[in-house]
């Protein structure tokens, strides 16, 4: 274990699989307390025991974080539990749908709407008090796509954009109550999610996603949870208000670099955390009953 966030208290949404399993388990590893947030349906309870079991801290809240009064109980939680919140990571996020516009449901783009925007609002609302007083942060999770836009995800890229734009000012108005306010903006992730068989890209989208970055491959979830790690540490006091791609070199790919890039750029790195969930995809438009 590491000791970059020792005392300090995080609260990870979506911390149940894909990347927000990464993070809790790599602020764990550097010795924060972490409540694991997700859907009750998500493998939240999965995820703290295997920080247990490591002899991490952590413990689980599983509720519709979109609705105010959920994203409260949440924050309250992590009070009782371990008495403060330094750090709330927004990383609850869905993919549901890849269309053109003229196709893309309604019932999708609410889902967006409720999973990708409202929760950060919720959660940075209900957390902006602990966070006061703690001099804490927030790290929200942006997307490449809500710097480029995407074809066929015209909708997803707009949550995003949202998200980026959100806390810009809430980075602004933040500064003088001491909070610091950033952004990660991943590319193309090993999950469920850039997979034709566990999420909603189809095999010509999979291959594009890769071949559009600079070196070939997609991101793991720990190289993203190792950039979630420094923004949320002291490490980080003089960054707020900042955008993170975490891309590969999506941003300033032109065609498909990806072709090019040298064999050794194409390898993922050997990863040190034990994930179980990084394959789990949560990306189908679910009741709004919960």
Same mark, same amino acid.
């Given at each position: ?8 208290? !995080? ?14 388990? @790599? ?5 924060? @307390?972490?409540?694991?947030?997700? *859907?009750?349906?998500?493998? +939240? ?6 920080? /247990? &079991? ?6 689980? *809240? #599983? ?30 996020? #869905? *993919? ?12 999708? *783009? ?12 919720? $959660? ?15 790290? #929200? ?30 980075? !602004? =108005?933040?500064? &003088? ?19 034709? =068989? #566990?999420?909603?890209?189809? =095999?010509? $989208? ?8 600079? $070196? ?22 003089? +960054? ?6 975490? %891309? ?16 050794? $750029?194409?390898? /993922?790195?050997? &990863? %040190? ?18």
């Amino acid at each position: 274990m590491g000791n970059r966030l020792e005392g300090k208290v !995080a609260i990870v949404t979506g911390g149940g699989s894909g990347i927000g399993e990464a993070i809790s388990k @790599k602020f764990a590893k550097e010795r924060a @307390k972490v409540v694991v947030a997700g *859907f009750p349906e998500d493998p +939240v309870e999965d995820v703290v025991k295997g920080i /247990q &079991q490591e002899g991490g801290t952590a413990t689980a *809240f #599983t509720g519709d974080l979109s609705v105010l009064a959920n994203a409260q109980r949440c924050v309250d939680l992590a009070v009782k539990e371990y008495g403060k919140l330094d750090i709330l990571i927004n990383n609850a996020g #869905t *993919f549901p749908e890849t269309n053109m516009l003229s196709d893309y449901t309604e019932e999708a *783009f609410d889902y967006l709407l409720k999973n990708n925007v409202r929760t950060v609002f919720c $959660m940075s609302k209900a957390a902006l008090p602990e966070l006061q007083k703690t001099k804490g942060n927030i790290v #929200t999770a942006g997307s490449e796509s809500g710097v480029l836009g995407i074809a066929k995800n015209a909708p997803y890229g707009g949550t995003k954009g949202f998200n980026h734009a959100f806390t810009k000012g809430l980075a !602004a =108005e933040q500064a &003088q109550t001491g909070v610091r306010c950033n952004i990660v903006a991943p590319g193309p992730i090993d999950t469920g999610w850039t997979h034709k =068989e #566990t999420g909603p890209m189809d =095999e010509k $989208m999979e291959k594009m996603v890769t071949q559009g970055t600079l $070196m070939g491959r997609r991101g793991t979830p720990e190289e993203v949870a190792n950039v979630y790690l420094f923004l949320a540490s002291d490490e980080a006091s003089y +960054v707020t208000g900042a955008v993170w791609p975490v %891309d590969g070199g999506t941003l300033i790919a032109k065609g498909p670099a990806g072709k090019q890039a040298a064999e050794s $750029m194409k390898q /993922q790195p050997e &990863q %040190d955390l034990n994930l179980e969930h990084s394959k789990d995809s949560h990306t189908s438009v679910r009741s709004q009953d919960k």
